[in-house]
């Protein structure tokens, strides 16, 4: 830190109760009052150096005792600041710093201690000492940058505010990565929130501090104040590509870390500040306030370019933003940018609380969800408008080209076309982790009994069918909504089975759908009958011993050989010990391409099993073997079914 020494007298003020006064055999004929001080002075050293004073003097005839009384209202810098320039008045040394050089610079513009008045005056030395030392060093030109928040009307007119923001932003962009660490980072010996886990807004990522050695200005101008600090930012933006794009995010997750409260622990606090009255509540909301805007203005810095800050990051901003009923745009602008890069989210990211429904006519518990799940909606609809992408197919040459070979032009072609092709791919992959984030969100939502079912489906089919290559993870969501919602009607169970796809249902998780009396008939037939032809086809291609009891008992009734002689020892009824551990299990003939189509009514059920099940009698020993609900179901399918061939 750099420092200035002026005068070379000795300090000759002293204190009597509430006045100051100069040690001196001549008389004062000079009194200054300010902020409830009264300064004892001599005219012939202030005056000849200040020229308001001057003005003051010829200006009042107010004396006191042969003494001119002067008041100094409004003083900028108050009682520390003016004794600064009265000392240098009388050339008593005094000692300037990026502590106090803009309390003096100011006081020194207040008293008008110009060149025009003496030469060497105040504020000509302080400009060179601003201008040749304060500017000049690192830790100098933000100190100094932070002292303006006390004076920030008379730093704006006297450039000091502007000449640091540009004094940093050329140290940064001079060398954005090549530089020593800064001081905090050094004092802190690369450490930075260690144990507090993910508890930050933007959790603790240890790992990413290793980083951090590039970005050695960071942590530094973290300590600026968010009006300076937005200027700041936009200084070091404005050199273009000099600085990453990553530096600068990783300069907004710490400022984020440094000033954004702990959302982890404060949902409580944000919601009771909401509900809350009296002074508590007009503290919290005025920090609420401070908060909303560092959040807002932290998300007009975030750099355009993919990957300049972590998925989980945004995310935490965004249930920042929830928390602090953030301006729409900004909710908007931080779900389009999660939707470039959702995929590399996680299940506990998304879980974003939502705020009270605070209208009071509003009885309706619609809104009044644990998690916001409009909100991962948005972002989820955000993804799927990135992933909208041209075809890809590649544009064929014409006989021309073939015969005269590839020309440049044809090159640059396949170019674009193996770009498209990874882009094209990169895509696929995306949706396909996109598709597990969603199902794994969904088993979250699900337990909540005030999640209504079109919000839950809603957000079942806004994923790609082709997304979800097994559908496990889809089913158990939906076995726990229909556990946590028991009122659903039969049209709202149907209704919310639509999106499961039997077909993408591996062996455990049929087994499991086989006895779950929570879904609706139909589903258990579809998952009966597809489970039949997956075992057909399986036996069908060599011998089988490990299929669910309840298929091996169709296919003993079925008369095939294999089975004969295991329909009994498989009567029992299956234990539900569905895991969805098991990967995949794609079907290898076009019976598993089959989709069974039934009509709403138990007659059109039995008419579509009536050429299946009802000619086959062999089929009703198998029901002896199935496991209780499906024997009831497909027993009343079968009288159904007989019913309709008497008729016939």
């Not at 080209?401 to 990874?422: H, T």
């Not at 004969?564 to 299990?585: C, F, H, I, L, R």
Request: aromatic share 6%; with cysteine.
């Amino acid at each position: 830190m750099k420092f200035m020494k002026l005068g070379s007298r000795p300090d000759i003020f002293h204190t009597n109760e509430a006045v100051r006064s100069v040690c001196s055999e001549v008389s004062s004929d000079l009194i200054v009052q300010l902020n409830g001080c009264r300064y004892l002075l001599h005219k012939f050293p202030m005056l000849s150096k200040c020229l308001h004073l001057q003005r003051l003097c010829t200006e009042t005839n107010e004396s006191h005792h042969h003494q001119q009384l002067v008041q100094l209202p409004d003083f900028p810098g108050g009682i520390e600041a003016f004794e600064l320039c009265a000392k240098f008045c009388y050339g008593i040394t005094i000692t300037l710093s990026s502590y106090n050089l803009v309390s003096a610079r100011c006081a020194a513009e207040f008293l008008q201690m110009t060149e025009d008045v003496e030469k060497g005056n105040m504020i000509y030395k302080i400009e060179v000492f601003f201008n040749s030392c304060i500017l000049q060093g690192w830790k100098d030109s933000i100190v100094t940058l932070q002292s303006t928040k006390s004076f920030p009307s008379w730093s704006e007119e006297l450039g000091i505010t502007s000449r640091c923001i540009e004094a940093i932003a050329s140290k940064v962009l001079a060398n954005p990565s090549k530089m020593n660490l800064s001081h905090s980072y050094s004092q802190r010996g690369g450490r930075e929130n260690e144990d507090d886990g993910d508890l930050s807004c933007n959790g603790s990522e240890s790992q990413r501090y290793k980083a951090l050695a590039k970005g050695w200005w960071a942590e530094d101008i973290a300590e600026l104040g968010i009006d300076l600090y937005w200027r700041t930012m936009i200084a070091i933006k404005s050199g273009g590509k000099t600085v990453p794009s990553n530096l600068i995010g990783e300069a907004l997750r710490i400022y984020a870390s440094r000033w954004l409260p702990n959302v982890s622990k404060e949902t409580k606090i944000f919601k009771k500040v909401e509900s809350g009255s009296g002074s508590d509540s007009d503290s919290g909301g005025k920090m609420t306030s401070k908060h909303r805007l560092i959040l807002e203005t932290i998300t007009s810095l975030i750099p355009a370019e993919k990957g300049a800050v972590s998925c989980s990051f945004l995310l935490k901003l965004l249930k920042a933003a929830n928390l602090l009923n953030a301006s729409a745009s900004s909710k908007k602008e931080l779900s389009r940018r999660i939707g470039f890069q959702l995929e590399q989210a996680k299940v506990s990211d998304l879980l974003i609380p939502s705020m009270p429904n605070t209208n009071d006519d509003d009885d309706d518990d619609y809104n009044n969800t644990v998690l916001d799940v409009d909100i991962v909606s948005n972002v989820l609809g955000a993804f799927m408008l990135k992933g909208q992408s041209p075809p890809t197919s590649p544009v064929r040459g014409n006989d021309g080209l073939e015969r005269r070979g590839r020309s440049r032009s044809a090159e640059n072609l396949g170019e674009e076309v193996q770009e498209r092709r990874r882009s094209s791919s990169a895509s696929h992959g995306s949706k396909l982790k996109v598709a597990k984030l969603v199902d794994g969100y969904l088993q979250e939502i699900a337990t909540d009994a005030n999640l209504p079912l079109s919000k839950f489906v809603a957000l079942a089919e806004a994923v790609p069918e082709f997304a979800r290559v097994v559908h496990d993870d889809l089913y158990r969501a939906i076995d726990i909504y229909l556990k946590a919602h028991p009122d659903l009607n039969k049209s709202e169970r149907k209704q919310l089975c639509r999106v499961l796809d039997c077909k993408k249902l591996s062996m455990e998780a049929c087994m499991h759908a086989a006895q779950n009396e929570l879904l609706p008939l139909r589903v258990v037939v579809q998952v009966l009958f597809f489970e039949q032809s997956r075992a057909g086809a399986a036996v069908s291609s060599g011998p089988v011993t490990d299929l669910p009891s309840n298929i091996k008992a169709l296919l003993a009734g079925n008369g095939d050989p294999t089975f004969s002689t295991t329909s009994a020892a498989v009567a029992a009824a299956a234990e539900d010990q569905w895991s969805v551990s098991g990967g995949p299990k794609s079907p290898k003939s076009k019976l598993s391409t089959l989709r069974m189509r039934l009509a709403e009514e138990d007659d059109d059920l039995g008419e579509s099993f009536s050429n299946g099940i009802g000619k086959s009698p062999s089929k009703v020993k198998a029901l002896c073997s199935l496991p209780n609900r499906p024997k009831r179901m497909l027993s009343k399918l079968w009288s159904i079914s007989r019913s309709v061939s008497q008729k016939n």
